[in-house]
């Protein structure tokens, strides 16, 4: 019996011309009959055999083994293969002798004194613990040398050794020579006259070194941003109608000895043009003076290449409004030199109209189809509309289900259709969570809820909610079904046990409420709701105690209706940029219970988008209340102002009516003023600075810390501050730091603010 040995290497391609020599050698007509591993020590076998196309029982191939080695080659593993083959009896036997690469023992990085190690390895490759692979080194030593560039470091070096280990391991050295850190010191604009030099350094992105460099990094040089600095200097002069604008390769000039940069923006502005004639040729869809409304440049101003794609982009949508979804509006832009204008012409071709066909979800593992769907302002079947579709992208989301919404659209022409596809990641929304803030008047705080609000995948909302302090003792069960029937009509229920501790009485109030709500439009939602409640009040020392807290001392009950109207256009219920909410509600007590008293409250709030990721809130809100029937609004139904989501900077203790004790007692009517000025770092983390106003007004202080003038504008406490809003997986968390700007003799100068749910 003879045995043939053959030797394979993949860099040698010896497989060329292996057919041929096994031939020679043994009957290649035999099957296989063992496959065999050799040489592995690190590497799994299942994971190799996964790779081995060639199969016991099955003729040999010469050119499958060559094809097995060549994908386990892929894998990176080994640095030689040989396949032995040898007859045994009537069948042949399949040996494959690996020998595997050296094993990554440690990753040691010299030489980072400016850079933390763990930036430095997170830029390799090669990974501890894993195979050594020689062609990834260049890849490495480019990506921590860009790492070093981007900080400043432009002349570091960085040099591999490899440690050989007993074991076949190897510890994979990286020696940086960082080099000294060179700055950009000066910025010039050569052929400039229409901007001045601190006018174009606010459009670029690069920036000279500044005094806080070491922290924001400002200075850096950077070629890939000196290049899209060109692009962002060409699209100003395009807005500001130098269409003729040449901006050429920064010229950058280094200065090793002092560890500078020096770069020059070399600019030919040309003339500066203005719209001339505008032409708009309307059609049977659309008359040219409907079109023309659409376009913000008229004849005479100064030509913006941004707000004329803007147009063309508004025109557009116009059409796609009616169901021209493929309408394609053709532009025409000509220069007259001799007068300095832009002849705009404007020409649309329609097409035919397009209706929705198929509406899909992806990635919705959880919630239902038909929680979505009763979202859609459109149907399959229905005449496309895009206005309809970015609404309805906005109702998704703001079911706050999902962390991201996104709808793709697939054309269908022949049949004149768009198949919408809505693809989606899913948030957690069954939420077990624990939280800890800290509040100058209730100390530590400790909140502990349960909350699912996507129940089953229904969108149903369950919360089971413990809110405790020193003060305070918070606990209730809530559940509520949005769509009932897959309709808009929604439904709630709750019961609830909450107490909070003055520092002259306790409040208790035990109760169930249940309400019902129906939709009036897409924004616009009606409620109504009963509650019962059983109210109690323990002052701590009567003796003491103003006549005002005698009077409310004590238990009672009221049987309330509390109709409310909300009109939400927000773009998210959580972090929102964009769109206003409104919201009205009135409380009637005396339908049950002892209680016989009256509320109405109403609030505003709009957001609105500014440019560079900013984005301003204002809220209002208008509070009055009484009783009626010789009875009193009971101190547990009574305004009180202070704390995260009313007045920052202030706690309760601070704001409104007091009686001949000093005690809060809050009051009758409320007014509160919020402005919000935020930065969006993520979609998920905003920080924020604030300035809040506000008072509770009454009759009955005795103090004299506010007036019986309700919504007395000038009598009003306000402060300021900062926070940051993020969105954790237990939910919206809110932390601010707030200052007063009229301190009493007495109070603090600052509030912190700790707080769990949404935005105003």
């Known amino acids: 019996m003879s045995v043939l040995t053959k030797a394979i290497s993949l860099f040698a391609l010896a497989f060329t011309i292996l057919t041929p020599v096994i031939a020679l050698g043994f009957d290649t007509g035999k099957p296989v009959g063992k496959i065999a591993l050799e040489g592995l020590s690190r590497a799994d076998s299942n994971t190799i055999r996964f790779y081995i196309h060639s199969k016991v029982g099955e003729k040999f191939e010469s050119a499958t083994v060559q094809e097995d080695i060549r994908r386990i080659f892929k894998l990176g593993f080994f640095d030689d293969i040989v396949i032995d083959v040898e007859e045994m009896g009537e069948k042949l036997v399949l040996t494959y002798i690996f020998r595997e690469k050296p094993f990554v023992r440690d990753i040691i990085i010299t030489g980072s004194d400016e850079m933390e190690e763990i930036k430095v390895k997170a830029k390799v490759k090669t990974m501890k613990g894993a195979f050594f692979r020689q062609d990834r ?33 190897v510890d994979v050295e990286y020696i940086i020579d960082e080099g000294e850190k060179i700055s950009i010191s000066q910025i010039r604009f050569r052929g400039i006259a229409a901007f001045s030099p601190a006018v174009l350094r606010g459009v670029i992105e690069t920036d000279t070194a500044g005094k806080a460099s070491f922290i924001t990094d400002d200075g850096a040089y950077k070629k890939d941003v000196l290049k899209a600095d060109r692009l962002r200097i060409e699209s100003f002069y395009h807005d500001n109608g130098y269409i003729k604008i040449r901006v050429g390769e920064p010229e950058v000039e280094v200065d090793r000895e002092k560890n500078r940069v020096y770069v020059v923006f070399p600019i030919e502005e040309g003339e500066r043009y203005r719209v001339g004639e505008v032409e708009v040729e309307g059609d049977e869809v659309y008359s040219a003076e409907t079109l023309r409304e659409k376009l913000h ?54 097409g035919r109209k397009v209706y929705i066909g198929k509406i899909s979800f992806v990635g919705n593992e959880e919630t239902r189809d038909r929680v979505i769907r009763r979202q859609f302002l459109l149907q399959e079947g229905e005449l496309f509309n895009s206005e309809k579709l970015r609404r309805t992208r906005t109702r998704v989301n703001k079911l706050g289900f999902f962390d991201n919404v996104e709808v793709e659209q697939r054309s269908r022409r022949e049949e004149d259709l768009i198949d919408l596809n809505l693809n989606l990641m899913e948030r957690n929304t069954g939420q077990l969570s624990f939280s800890v803030g800290y509040s100058s008047v209730e100390n ?93 009040v323990t002052i701590f020392d009567s003796d003491v105690a103003s006549i005002f807290l005698r009077e409310q001392e004590g238990e009672t009950t009221s049987g309330s209706l509390y109709p409310s109207i909300t009109y939400d256009s927000r ?39 500014l440019p560079v990721e900013f984005v301003a809130m ?36 601070d704001v409104g009516p007091l009686d001949e004790n000093g005690e809060a007692i809050g009051g009758e009517a409320v007014a509160q003023l919020n402005f919000e000025l935020q930065y969006r770092f993520s979609r998920f983390f905003r920080g924020f600075l604030f300035y809040d106003r506000g008072n509770v007004y009454s009759e009955n202080d005795m103090q004299n810390n506010t007036t019986d003038k309700f919504y007395d504008l000038e009598n009003m406490r306000h402060s300021w501050g900062f926070g940051v809003h993020f969105f954790s997986p237990m939910g919206p968390i809110t932390m601010a730091y707030g200052f007063k700007l009229d301190q009493r003799y007495g109070e603090s100068p600052n509030e912190f603010h700790f707080t769990i749910g949404g935005a105003f």
């Open 571 to 609: 773009n998210d219920a959580f972090n929102p940029t964009s769109g206003q909410k409104i919201y009205g509600k009135a409380e009637v007590s005396g339908f049950g219970g002892e209680e016989r008293y009256y509320k109405v409250t109403g609030e505003y709030t709009v957001y609105q988008s």
């Open 618 to 653: 204002i809220h209002g809100k208008l509070g009055y209340g009484g009783g009626y029937e010789e009875k009193t609004l009971p101190i547990s139904k009574r305004y009180f102002l202070g704390g995260p989501r009313s007045l920052r900077g202030f706690t309760y203790r």
């Open 297 to 350: 440049l008229e004849e005479g101003d100064v030509f913006n290449r941004s707000r004329f794609r803007q147009d063309i982009f508004d025109i557009t949508d116009l059409y796609s409004r009616k169901g021209y979804a493929f309408a394609n509006v053709i532009p025409s832009v000509s220069a007259n030199d001799d007068g300095n204008v832009v002849n705009m012409k404007i020409k649309v071709s329609h």
């Open 444 to 536: 530590l705080l400790l909140q502990g809820q349960v909350k699912w609000t996507n129940l089953f995948g229904r969108g149903q909302e369950l919360a089971v909610t413990l809110d405790t302090s020193s003060r305070r003792a918070d606990f209730s069960i809530g559940f509520t079904e949005p769509a009932i029937f897959d309709r808009e009509l929604s439904g709630h229920g709750e019961v609830y046990n909450n107490s909070f501790e003055y520092d002259a009485y306790k409040s208790r109030s035990t109760g169930a409420s249940v309400r019902t709500g129906r939709g009036l439009s897409e924004f616009t939602w009606a409620r109504i709701g009963y509650r019962y409640e059983k109210n109690d």
């Open 137 to 169: 080194t260049p890849w490495d030593k480019s990506r921590i040398k860009g790492l070093y560039r981007s900080k400043g470091f432009y002349f570091s070096e960085v040099s591999i050794v490899v440690h050989k280990i007993p074991g076949n391991q």
